[in-house]
């Protein structure tokens, strides 16, 4: 099943296993992760446990006797920890209804974060081969998920596919000033004490950031590979029971992050690929709330990210991950609504998303004809018979005198020469945006072709723009559209925040399983005074109100 983050993938095959005899088995690549999820099930009274390197032998040795006792109806277990002989022995001897494949893009080696012992559960259908097999992803591409299939030995499977746009995201991107510092101060300024990630490309950065924020009067932490593990969970703790507002993060905050108030999510530079940008931008408004996101990025992230490829041996994945950072480059700096270019890259439609991202919105702001330029490159191309790519095309048209150049004969074209007015920088703009306008198009080896529209712009019966900004003339102005909400007492609200926020202390879980945000605003709404009127309120059930009705109750009251 591939679902957005946030879209309900846990849900999915907890509810069912509640209906079910026996045990489920989840596969899940993070001891943080699996914490998080036994800690919220055992919140509602579901028998849930864990085994891993954090445990002691005498815990282990607990949750293996309760699964033997037939006490569990969930059991997490690392891909890791499953490939071991004596585990296979041990679910060998239990009731197990299925086994569920979390971040199961982790199998594939054509995904964003292939690990070795992922690849290894392919062999759960030998040794359970009458037993139902589960994969959930919120990033699959269409390469990615046969892959999945394939690995996982599953013969005519159901697939099921969810939309990849969430209207609750507003998503905009915009090229980084100096260490755009300045940009995002200006960013959260329009998100005073809401909670948030920012992702930053280095341990170092993650440090400097957050104490550059500290001194601002925000409150954060760093979150890295470089701090000790027991560091990283307090921060982690900290972070989700609301007692600071941003984590500074580098990717090693990642996978299944399951705080659902995160208001806004800030790349400090260029994610890797699609896939990491679009499952880190999911951590935000996981609750249905309006949240926003922004990209800053410039040439020089394309630069670092290329340098480390040069360690990669195999040619073919090498290849494979320079055209993802290509693929991730031209999402940023298009023009094309940021929704629609993730829609297609996971193999979906949609039309444009028309207000929830900064494309969209800011459509019409300053734009530049590029009539006489387009011309000038479909002419190129059709005078060297659409045979040779971008750089080529470019070369002729600023004069170059490469060899290649004059021993074409290319020195003796009318196009030659004509197009020195632009850097070559401008020419590769104007270039994408022909190719997002499907005036031309690429062929094999990257060879650029016309279409049918490029008739029509020789022709001048079809004109050309681009966003000034593209090619440096402007410098854009971007206005945020808020979703409309309902209205709620903002004091009270922050009272039933402190409240949740005490309760979560007292239990040791997170704050959002009490109560996510939107909860807490629908009761600063409504201000229900009994049980009954609480128990109308969106979000609040029986179990949650006999776990924390009356608290808020009183809150509401006192107020």
Same mark, same amino acid.
């Given at each position: 099943?591939? /679902?957005?983050?946030? #879209?309900?993938?846990?849900?999915?095959?907890?509810?069912?296993?509640?209906?079910?005899?026996?045990?489920?088995?989840?596969?899940?690549?993070?001891?943080?992760?699996?914490?998080?999820?036994?800690?919220?099930?055992?919140?509602?009274?579901?028998?849930? $446990?864990?085994?891993?390197?954090?445990?002691?032998?005498?815990?282990?040795?607990?949750?293996?006797?309760?699964?033997?006792?037939?006490?569990?109806?969930?059991?997490?277990?690392?891909?890791?920890?499953?490939?071991?002989?004596?585990? %296979?022995?041990?679910?060998?001897?239990?009731?197990?209804?299925?086994?569920?494949?979390?971040?199961?893009?982790?199998?594939?080696?054509?995904?964003?974060?292939?690990?070795?012992?992922?690849?290894?559960?392919?062999?759960?259908?030998?040794? !359970?081969?009458?037993?139902?097999?589960?994969?959930?992803?919120?990033?699959?591409?269409?390469?990615?998920?046969?892959?999945? /299939?394939?690995?996982?030995?599953?013969?005519?499977?159901?697939?099921?596919?969810?939309?990849?746009?969430?209207?609750?995201?507003?998503?905009?991107?915009?090229?980084?000033?100096?260490?755009?510092?300045?940009?995002?101060?200006?960013?959260?300024?329009?998100?005073?004490?809401?909670? #948030?990630?920012?992702?930053?490309?280095?341990?170092?950065?993650?440090?400097?950031?957050?104490? !550059?924020?500290?001194?601002?009067?925000?409150?954060?932490?760093?979150?890295?590979?470089?701090?000790?593990?027991?560091?990283?969970?307090?921060?982690?703790?900290?972070?989700?029971?609301?007692?600071?507002?941003?984590?500074?993060?580098?990717?090693?905050?990642?996978?299944?992050?399951?705080?659902?108030?995160?208001?806004?999510?800030?790349?400090?530079?260029?994610?890797? $690929?699609?896939?990491?940008?679009?499952?880190?931008?999911?951590?935000?408004?996981?609750?249905?709330?309006?949240?926003?996101?922004?990209?800053?990025?410039?040439?020089?992230?394309?630069?670092?990210?290329?340098? !480390?490829?040069?360690?990669?041996?195999?040619?073919?994945?090498?290849?494979?991950?320079?055209?993802?950072?290509?693929?991730?480059?031209?999402?940023?700096?298009?023009?094309?609504?940021?929704?629609?270019?993730?829609?297609?890259?996971?193999?979906?439609?949609?039309?444009?998303?028309?207000?929830?991202?900064?494309?969209?919105?800011?459509?019409?702001?300053?734009?530049?004809?590029?009539?006489?330029?387009?011309?000038?490159?479909?002419?190129?191309?059709?005078?060297?018979?659409?045979? !040779?790519?971008?750089?080529?095309?470019?070369?002729?048209?600023?004069?170059?005198?490469?060899?290649?150049?004059?021993?074409?004969?290319?020195?003796?074209?009318?196009?030659?020469?004509?197009?020195?007015?632009?850097?070559?920088?401008?020419?590769?703009?104007?270039?994408?945006?022909?190719?997002?306008?499907?005036?031309?198009? %690429?062929?094999?080896?990257?060879?650029?072709? /016309?279409?049918?529209?490029?008739?029509?712009?020789?022709?001048?019966?079809?004109?050309?723009?681009?966003?000034?900004?593209?090619?440096?003339?402007?410098?854009?102005?971007?206005?945020?559209?808020?979703?409309? $909400?309902?209205?709620?007492?903002?004091?009270?609200?922050?009272?039933?925040?402190?409240?949740?926020?005490? /309760?979560?202390?007292?239990?040791?879980?997170?704050?959002?399983?009490?109560?996510?945000?939107?909860?807490?605003?629908?009761?600063?709404?409504?201000?229900?005074?009994?049980?009954?009127?609480?128990?109308?309120?969106?979000?609040?059930?029986?179990?949650?109100?006999?776990?924390?009705?009356?608290?808020?109750?009183?809150?509401?009251?006192?107020?």
């Amino acid at each position: 099943m591939i /679902l957005p983050t946030g #879209g309900g993938k846990s849900l999915v095959y907890q509810l069912p296993t509640m209906m079910m005899d026996g045990l489920t088995i989840v596969i899940s690549p993070l001891i943080a992760l699996m914490q998080d999820q036994v800690a919220a099930l055992q919140a509602q009274k579901i028998a849930a $446990s864990m085994i891993s390197s954090a445990q002691s032998a005498q815990e282990v040795s607990d949750v293996i006797q309760n699964a033997k006792d037939g006490v569990l109806k969930f059991l997490y277990l690392s891909p890791e920890r499953l490939n071991n002989g004596s585990t %296979l022995q041990l679910l060998l001897q239990l009731n197990i209804n299925f086994f569920v494949i979390d971040e199961a893009h982790c199998i594939s080696q054509w995904g964003h974060e292939f690990r070795d012992d992922y690849r290894a559960l392919g062999n759960l259908k030998e040794y !359970f081969p009458h037993t139902t097999v589960a994969a959930f992803t919120a990033t699959s591409t269409d390469t990615v998920t046969h892959d999945i /299939l394939h690995q996982l030995r599953l013969h005519n499977p159901v697939t099921l596919k969810g939309k990849i746009f969430r209207k609750n995201i507003f998503i905009s991107a915009e090229r980084r000033i100096t260490n755009g510092y300045t940009q995002l101060k200006n960013f959260l300024f329009r998100h005073q004490n809401e909670s #948030g990630i920012i992702y930053v490309s280095s341990r170092k950065k993650a440090e400097e950031l957050s104490t !550059f924020l500290n001194q601002n009067g925000y409150k954060s932490l760093p979150y890295h590979a470089g701090l000790p593990q027991h560091v990283r969970e307090q921060n982690f703790k900290i972070f989700v029971n609301d007692k600071i507002n941003i984590m500074v993060a580098t990717i090693a905050f990642g996978m299944g992050i399951d705080k659902s108030d995160i208001r806004f999510v800030v790349h400090m530079s260029l994610p890797k $690929s699609q896939e990491n940008y679009y499952q880190e931008i999911g951590r935000a408004g996981r609750d249905g709330e309006d949240s926003e996101t922004l990209l800053l990025f410039n040439a020089g992230d394309m630069v670092q990210h290329k340098h !480390f490829l040069h360690e990669i041996q195999n040619e073919e994945y090498k290849h494979h991950l320079e055209q993802k950072l290509d693929q991730i480059y031209k999402y940023a700096t298009s023009e094309i609504c940021f929704h629609k270019q993730l829609a297609s890259y996971f193999h979906d439609s949609m039309e444009s998303c028309q207000d929830r991202c900064d494309n969209c919105l800011n459509f019409d702001a300053a734009r530049q004809d590029i009539t006489k330029e387009a011309q000038m490159i479909l002419s190129a191309i059709y005078k060297t018979n659409q045979s !040779f790519g971008k750089n080529y095309i470019i070369d002729i048209l600023r004069g170059s005198k490469e060899q290649k150049i004059l021993t074409n004969g290319a020195d003796k074209l009318s196009v030659y020469n004509i197009g020195i007015h632009l850097s070559k920088k401008e020419w590769f703009v104007i270039v994408e945006r022909l190719l997002e306008l499907h005036i031309v198009q %690429l062929g094999e080896y990257s060879v650029l072709h /016309l279409t049918q529209d490029a008739i029509s712009v020789l022709k001048s019966q079809k004109s050309v723009d681009i966003k000034a900004s593209r090619l440096q003339i402007d410098t854009k102005t971007k206005k945020i559209k808020q979703v409309e $909400s309902f209205d709620y007492d903002k004091d009270l609200f922050e009272k039933l925040r402190e409240k949740r926020a005490q /309760l979560a202390s007292e239990k040791g879980v997170p704050a959002y399983i009490i109560f996510n945000d939107k909860t807490l605003k629908h009761l600063a709404n409504e201000m229900p005074t009994t049980k009954e009127e609480m128990l109308e309120v969106n979000g609040v059930g029986e179990k949650k109100f006999v776990q924390f009705g009356e608290a808020f109750l009183k809150v509401i009251e006192e107020f």
